[in-house]
């Protein structure tokens, strides 16, 4: 089976009181589906890719509430693996509360189904003719099983000479700076793609300085037997950075009125590797100023105005804000 795109990790739900109320006081939580894979591979199918999700879901009306999400927006679900109706499905409880206090999220996810995983469950194959593999930091932080079987998606696209993007994604909840270090080195060095937000740039390799040093500083430790490797830097307010064929390049960041950040790193991911596998959308614009990271930047921009995690835009919608005179690219 082909797919542009195959991704695999966890997919939970994200439970959030209305704006300004704590937890303990809500008498009502609005539900989203959301997860890191699965919000890139979501916004990537709504451009138009073939994409395929890969992870376990418990057989009980929560995993099917997930599922039956991710299928509305086109990505393939065929090969999860259904688990018992009585494993868990991860949760996260969220307050959006202005500052100085701001955004405080809570997790539930121990021990669910994806963390719990068994490898042996999964079909690899469908990695073998994928155009791409996009794994995250996240997934092996998350148990034996997803480690394992995450080990087990570098192997076959090794194998195959699948091409590998991975997003750093460091979860100091999950686990400390140096454990992460370690377990993702494999997939940092083997890595066509490597994107990583300054900070965990800063707290896993202790690089330092401007974007540019950051970005030379990656490559010395991963790219040394990959000269064309894409190291790709986000900067929060500041857009993005990119060190390819040691050729340095900025971004600036997109005009946007933010309502939530959540899936707006996603969306990122998404945009830069719809850029990069020349999707159609992008090739409109491409000759016109339009760099990866510019349209990444954009798709990020236009999901922060978004409610929920997942980037819901049409290719008319992106066409139409890149189109406008208020696009500062450069």
């Not at 994409?51 to 099917?64: D, F």
């Not at 509430?65 to 086109?74: G, Q, T």
């Not at 959308?281 to 997942?310: C, H, P, V, W």
Request: aromatic content about 8%; some cysteine; glycine content about 6%.
């Amino acid at each position: 089976m082909y797919a542009d795109v195959v991704s695999f990790g966890e997919t939970m739900l994200r439970l959030t009181a209305p704006a300004g109320i704590r937890l303990e006081s809500a008498s009502s939580l609005d539900i989203y589906v959301g997860g890191t894979e699965s919000n890139a591979l979501a916004c990537l199918a709504r451009l138009g890719l073939q994409v395929q999700w890969i992870s376990a879901l418990p057989s009980n009306p929560i995993g099917r509430r997930v599922e039956s999400e991710l299928r509305r927006h086109a990505i393939d679900t065929s090969r999860v693996v259904w688990t018992s109706s009585t494993d868990r499905l991860g949760i996260f409880y969220v307050e959006e509360i202005a500052p100085p206090l701001g955004v405080q999220v809570y997790y539930d996810r121990a021990s669910s189904a994806c963390a719990q995983i068994d490898p042996a469950a999964i079909d690899y194959s469908i990695v073998d003719h994928a155009r791409l593999l996009h794994l995250t930091g996240i997934t092996p932080a998350l148990g034996a099983g997803a480690r394992a079987a995450f080990e087990r998606f570098l192997e076959r696209a090794r194998t195959h000479n699948v091409t590998l993007s991975f997003d750093v994604n460091y979860r100091a909840r999950l686990w400390s700076a140096q454990k992460a270090a370690q377990a993702i080195d494999t997939a940092c060095r083997q890595a066509a793609i490597l994107i990583s937000s300054y900070d965990d740039a800063v707290d896993l390799w202790h690089c330092h300085g401007r974007a540019e040093d950051v970005l030379h500083q990656l490559a010395g430790r991963f790219a040394a037997d990959n000269p064309s490797k894409i190291l790709v830097l986000t900067l929060s307010k500041d857009g993005s950075a990119q060190l390819a064929h040691d050729t340095y390049v900025h971004a600036p960041t997109f005009p946007t009125q933010e309502i939530t950040r959540f899936g707006s790193g996603d969306a990122f991911a998404a945009g830069y590797l719809y850029a990069y596998l020349n999707g159609s959308l992008y090739q409109e614009f491409a000759g016109q100023g339009i760099t990866s990271l510019a349209f990444a930047n954009a798709l990020a921009a236009m999901k922060r105005g978004i409610r929920g995690d997942i980037a819901t835009v049409t290719p008319d919608d992106v066409r139409a804000v890149l189109q406008t005179k208020r696009a500062r690219f450069r």
